[in-house]
């Protein structure tokens, strides 16, 4: 992400101040509101502060004792003084309040006729459900790990449902300037309309159409990899979105599905999969390959038993791990676990080709699988 022209040369000192603290203007109408409340009560209390040290101090040297000169008695009661100072401020405050709570009541009320996503957390990474079932398909390089880029219409009024897997997570998109705790037995929702798009708005210049990337973090310290549970939610036309999502995955090949669904629905917090050794077994050479489970049973990895072990984790352990994957049941679509197959087919030795002639085992689970396209030579990933 480019955010260069985020940092004008010339700024006001009010929006200097805004920039130091918020790094970019809100994104969207909500936003702006407590934007100007933040900065209308920050503004205040420095305007006050300044006043009444200023006052001090130069009441502090008009009244000073000059040698010489008697004391003077100071007044015990000025009711005019009084009554102004206590209703001044109460009137300040007392607005600031009702100002404050109806920003933070339009926060909180949902969108009628918004559209309706599932988000689940997990340690370490955030996942996204759309309305037809798909998840994303696309991820991006922050320092160590890939994190998945979520699509979202402009100007849309949009509600999120979330869940956690595990721990307590909270979703926290800065621009959007709100926090919403995510817990493991009951849902909550956040509820936004992003600002629409200016023409010339492009965050990630790479792509051909207006955009706006933001980030999204988890605020809540859920264990080791916290700081690792980001994601990048952009913001699109409306007509990009409406193409998007009624076919996420276009005539992408299937092993190269399973190979974005990898990072894009967080299995890479658990797998690598070049050998390397984490919470879970490596997705190299795993297919086709015999695995030996807790039970005492083994079982070589062909296409059921990988469709089982992602429904099903739990169900069978395999030696050395302990049950620490959720069941993905309701969260991939059949086609996403047969694209995962066909990735976990492709880097193994021992792999059939599933991404080019996918080749259908005893049982229903590859019956499903159309034959696939071969990817075109140049896609743009969608
Ligand atoms: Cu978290």
Same mark, same amino acid.
């Not at 040369?9 to 970019?24: G, K, N, W, Y």
């Not at 926290?172 to 309309?193: C, E, G, L, M």
């Not at 952009?234 to 009624?246: E, G, L, M, N, T």
């Given at each position: 992400?480019? &955010? ?9 000192? /009010? ?5 130091? !603290? @918020? ?13 100007? !409340? ?38 015990? %009661?000025?009711?005019? $003084? ?66 998945? +880029? ?9 509600? $999120? ?6 721990? #307590? %997570? ?12 995510? @817990? ?9 309309? /992003? ?6 708005? &492009? ?12 980030? $999204? ?7 080791? =990899? %916290? ?29 190269? #599905? ?8 967080? *299995?890479?917090? *658990? ?13 190299? =050479? ?17 296409? =059921? ?9 739990? /169900?069978? +352990?395999?030696?050395?791990?302990? =049950? ?12 996403? #676990? ?32 159309? /034959? ?11």
């Amino acid at each position: 992400m480019t &955010h260069a022209a985020l940092i004008p040369s010339l700024l006001s000192p /009010a929006d200097a101040v805004q920039r130091f !603290m @918020f790094r970019r203007p809100g994104s969207s109408p909500v936003t702006h509101e407590s934007d100007w !409340m933040f900065m209308y009560i920050f503004w205040l209390s420095t305007a006050i502060f300044i006043g009444l040290m200023a006052l001090m101090a130069y009441w502090v040297l008009k009244y000073r004792w000059k040698p010489g000169q008697p004391l003077i008695r100071s007044r015990s %009661h000025n009711t005019p $003084l009084e009554i102004t100072w206590t209703v001044i401020p109460t009137i300040v405050l007392v607005t600031m309040f009702f100002q404050g709570f109806r920003i933070y009541a339009k926060q909180q009320t949902p969108v009628s006729g918004a559209i309706v996503m599932q988000v689940t957390a997990m340690k370490w990474s955030w996942s996204i459900m759309y309305p037809n079932g798909a998840g994303t398909s696309e991820t991006t390089r922050n320092g160590a790990v890939d994190i998945p +880029v979520f699509l979202m219409p402009e100007d849309t009024p949009i509600k $999120l449902e979330m869940i956690s897997e595990d721990v #307590i %997570h909270s979703f926290w998109i800065p621009d959007f300037r709100f926090k919403q705790d995510v @817990f493991p037995n009951r849902k909550t929702t956040y509820s936004f309309r /992003a600002d629409p798009l200016a023409p010339d708005e &492009h965050d990630n210049p790479d792509i051909p159409y207006p955009n706006r990337e933001m980030w $999204l973090f988890c605020a809540e310290y859920c264990g080791d =990899n %916290h700081s690792e549970m980001a994601g990048i939610i952009r913001i699109v036309p409306k007509d990009v979105y409406a193409k998007w999502s009624s076919d996420p995955w276009g005539d992408m090949a299937p092993a190269q #599905i399973g190979q974005k669904l990898w990072a894009g629905r967080g *299995c890479n917090a *658990c797998h690598t999969v070049d050998g390397g050794a984490n919470t879970g077994p490596s997705w190299k =050479n795993l297919a086709g390959y015999e695995s030996t489970y807790t039970d005492g049973t083994t079982a070589v990895l062909d296409s =059921n038993h990988i469709r089982d072990s992602i429904l099903n984790p739990g /169900a069978k +352990v395999r030696t050395g791990f302990t =049950n620490q994957m959720p069941s993905y049941a309701g969260r991939l679509t059949e086609k996403e #676990i047969n694209a995962i197959i066909a990735y976990l087919n492709s880097i193994s030795d021992k792999g059939q080709n599933m991404g080019v002639a996918p080749v259908a085992p005893a049982g229903e689970a590859m019956a499903i699988a159309p /034959a696939p396209a071969p990817p075109p030579p140049a896609g743009d990933g969608h």
